[in-house]
């Protein structure tokens, strides 16, 4: 009677098959699905971190960011004191951002159509470094020109508390935890929800130590 016993082991999120937790009327997380593509995606980013190196943004506020941010693909998230924007030239190298490895591309509209966005075409790859203590206070992402389109987000290395709140920031944020792996699908009602990552403890991973490497794939133009 597996339908029992899967009540009997999960108590509050349901599971809607084998790996797959329904987190919101839109989103999807995909537990383990980036697997298979790890040693690719750690290749893939110590060629693309030789070019545009990993860097600590600057807020509207003044403040540099905990986490450390690249790009790939044809547009790039950057930030200073101006303002927050996508752009084709990387601000640090001064040249186009590295391209989007065949690869992620594959990884992001596979997991896309896994949750139902079947037309997905990612143009950004926004790549976040996370150490021990950094952390992503609530925000909403809508630098996007599109928000029809799903964002696609793997996290890779030491295990994250996502946290998943509503329309408003004040609203009650729901935690989900996230590791090594796991793919998350956010589209729809649930885009432009405020998001954050809690302070990241630390847990080294056996493969990339004391680190959390979390690629979200947009479609930003
Ligand atoms: C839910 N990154 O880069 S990814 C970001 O783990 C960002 O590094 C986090 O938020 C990280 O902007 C979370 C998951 C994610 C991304 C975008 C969302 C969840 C989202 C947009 C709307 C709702
Ligand atoms: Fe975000």
């Avoid at 383990?32 to 190196?53: K, M, T």
């Avoid at 990241?200 to 794939?217: A, C, M, V, Y």
Wanted: proline letters at 8%; a positive charge; hydrophobic letters at 45%.
């Amino acid at each position: 009677m597996p339908a029992v016993s899967a009540m009997a082991t999960q108590d509050l999120i349901p599971i809607e098959a084998h790996g797959r937790e329904r987190i919101g009327p839109c989103a999807l997380v995909l537990r383990g699905f980036a697997l298979p593509y790890v040693a690719a995606l750690l290749r893939a980013v110590a060629d693309i971190e030789v070019c545009s190196p990993f860097r600590h943004m600057v807020t509207l506020g003044g403040f540099a960011m905990s986490v450390a941010l690249t790009n790939c693909g044809a547009l790039g998230w950057t930030s200073d004191r101006r303002g927050y924007r996508y752009s084709a030239i990387d601000p640090l190298s001064a040249r186009p951002w590295p391209p989007m490895p065949d690869v992620f591309r594959e990884l992001a509209r596979g997991a896309a159509a896994s949750a139902g966005f079947e037309a997905f075409q990612p143009d950004a790859c926004l790549i976040n470094r996370y150490l021990p203590g950094s952390r992503l206070s609530l925000h909403q992402d809508r630098n996007e020109r599109d928000f029809d389109a799903p964002i696609v987000s793997v996290s890779l290395g030491m295990p994250a508390t996502f946290l998943f709140g509503g329309a408003a920031r004040s609203d009650r944020a729901a935690k989900v935890p996230l590791h090594h792996g796991d793919v998350a699908v956010w589209g729809g009602a649930d885009r432009l929800r405020y998001h954050g990552v809690m302070p990241l403890k630390d847990e080294p991973h056996p493969w990339l130590g004391s680190q959390r490497i979390n690629f979200t794939f947009r479609k930003a133009g």
